[in-house]
């Protein structure tokens, strides 16, 4: 709970101590107001800052997704990850990338952390890992797994672990994502969603921005492409319902909309959800009411 950094935490706590946030790099909604690429990443200069001069030195770890998910599906510059891999190095403590979401082909690479070319110390796992049977689990080297108090006997046990249908699940789940080329189907299906989707941001005004990798896609719901006010949350509820009307099921419920489609999805199966989209989001244009 501690290291969520939105306020659906508010009214829950007590948080961990010791724990420090930093905001994301995320260019569309700057959170330092700043354009990128002429402000040099300096959201990474701004979590060295936090290092600096809110923690005592000693620090553990930083964590961080490769792509944040629930945010929006934001995808951060090319040189975030790495520059945050380094400020991590500087302090002698561990990068960690939460794969829960980006993890198991989700997009278009096994883990997210292969897009910027970051090799973390440790990798949080799950979601993608079990497709749908709760499960989770860490990857990390031989050194630090044997290092005490998690090398331990039992120091890295728990209740549920080692569960026998857990392991069972995701070993049907990564074995059917590789023998059917998912991750190879989430990057080629993901590259033309991705262009669909950006066609469809050129004829409807609303559509602020769209970016993503593989088959994890956020698009940008705005009432106005210059102040890149939210798009009303009735309006949002409004597509949602006329898309649901036409069968499809989505989270364009949210201005910040994801598309978060199966891995095993197919072209034709995507061709329809985008076309349905494209004509509620038509719809609703027409009438004039998004404003």
């Not at 501690?2 to 706590?13: A, E, H, Q, V, Y």
């Amino acid at each position: 709970m501690s290291l969520i950094g939105d306020g659906t935490k508010i009214g829950f706590g007590p948080s961990v101590p010791g724990t420090y946030h930093a905001p994301y790099a995320d260019c569309y909604r700057c959170p330092l107001k700043l354009s990128y690429p002429s402000c040099g990443v300096e959201c990474a200069e701004f979590t060295r800052k936090v290092v600096k001069n809110s923690t005592t030195g000693a620090l553990a770890a930083i964590l961080i997704e490769p792509i944040q998910g629930t945010a929006g599906n934001v995808v951060p510059p090319p040189e975030f990850m790495p520059a945050i891999q380094a400020i991590a190095r500087e302090n002698d403590a561990l990068l960690i990338s939460d794969e829960m979401i980006t993890g198991f082909g989700r997009t278009g690479r096994w883990f997210g952390c292969e897009h910027s070319g970051v090799r973390p110390d440790v990798m949080t796992i799950g979601k993608g890992l079990g497709s749908g049977f709760p499960v989770s689990g860490l990857i990390s080297t031989d050194e630090i797994t044997r290092s005490a108090p998690w090398g331990n006997p039992s120091g890295s046990s728990s209740s549920y672990g080692g569960n026998p249908m857990a392991g069972a699940a995701a070993y049907a789940s990564v074995t059917i994502i590789e023998e059917e080329k998912l991750v190879e189907n989430a990057a080629r299906l993901g590259e033309f969603m991705l262009s669909r989707l950006k066609d469809m941001q050129e004829r409807h005004e609303f559509i602020g921005k769209v970016d993503g990798k593989g088959l994890l896609i956020g698009v940008e719901l705005v009432k106005d492409r210059q102040t890149r006010e939210p798009l009303d949350k009735r309006v949002c509820a409004r597509l949602f319902q006329e898309c649901l009307k036409r069968g499809l099921i989505s989270m364009v419920y949210n201005p910040h909309f994801r598309v978060n489609p199966a891995l095993s999805m197919d072209r034709s199966t995507a061709e329809t959800a985008l076309g349905i989209l494209d004509e509620v989001f038509g719809l609703v244009g027409r009438e004039g009411g998004w404003r």
